[in-house]
């Protein structure tokens, strides 16, 4: 069994930050990329950010220059530290990772998604 749990979501202004979290746990082997998803009311769920096991990173154009995902492998951590908020940075924000179990069962799991509101 795995399990993703976010943690970080909240209201701020806009040109605030915040910084998410998702630390995964259970039957864990090996973590490959993992990344960040968000999905605003009535739109679909895109990828925000994501970063492979060695370190490299990819972002979606909106975020870029303004976001950072970083990981903590010692943790099964995934971070996703949000400056210069806009308002249309507003969704629902899921955490990813493609895990190998130790029972050599390979999957993707989701975390339950964190609300991020940003105000004007």
């Known amino acids: 069994q795995v399990r993703l749990v976010e943690s970080g979501g909240g209201l701020v202004q806009a040109g605030g930050s915040l910084r998410l979290s998702c630390a995964a746990s259970?039957?864990?082997?090996?973590?490959?990329?993992m990344g960040w998803y968000r999905q605003a009311p009535g739109l679909q769920r895109d990828l925000v950010a994501s970063?492979?096991?060695?370190?490299?990173?990819m972002y979606a154009d909106s975020v870029k220059g303004r976001f950072t995902i970083s990981r903590d492998d010692a943790k099964n951590t995934v971070y996703l530290q949000m400056n210069g908020l806009k308002p249309e940075d507003t969704a629902v924000y899921y955490c990813?990772?493609?895990?190998?179990?130790?029972?050599?069962?390979?999957?993707?799991?989701w975390g339950q998604g964190t609300q991020v509101t940003v105000s004007s």
């Open positions: 990813n990772a493609a895990v190998m179990a130790r029972t050599s069962v390979y999957g993707t799991y």
């Open positions: 970063i492979t096991s060695g370190g490299s990173t």
């Open positions: 259970g039957s864990i082997y090996s973590i490959g990329t």
